[in-house]
């Protein structure tokens, strides 16, 4: 969510997951312009841009590695 402009959506316990959910569930406008724009958002995150992403993506395999070990 970082990627995409919304660090707001992001929960770290399942306690701030519900509440974020519960606050989007009630704002429908929100959730209107969240709709409308994530395509979009997505689009231009780095998650799209193949290479950077790719060695982003291998700098963090030792750590998976590591966390499953």
């Given at each position: 969510?970082?990627?995409l402009g919304l660090p707001e959506l992001?929960?770290?316990?399942e306690d701030q997951?519900?509440?974020i959910a519960t606050k989007l569930a009630n704002d429908i406008p929100r959730l209107k312009e969240l709709r409308a724009t994530l395509r979009q958002r997505m689009e231009k995150s780095v998650l799209m841009d193949g290479p950077p992403f790719r060695r982003t993506d291998?700098?963090?395999r030792p750590l998976d590695v590591a966390a499953v070990a």
């Open positions: 969510m970082n990627n992001v929960a770290f316990t997951y519900v509440e291998r700098s963090l």
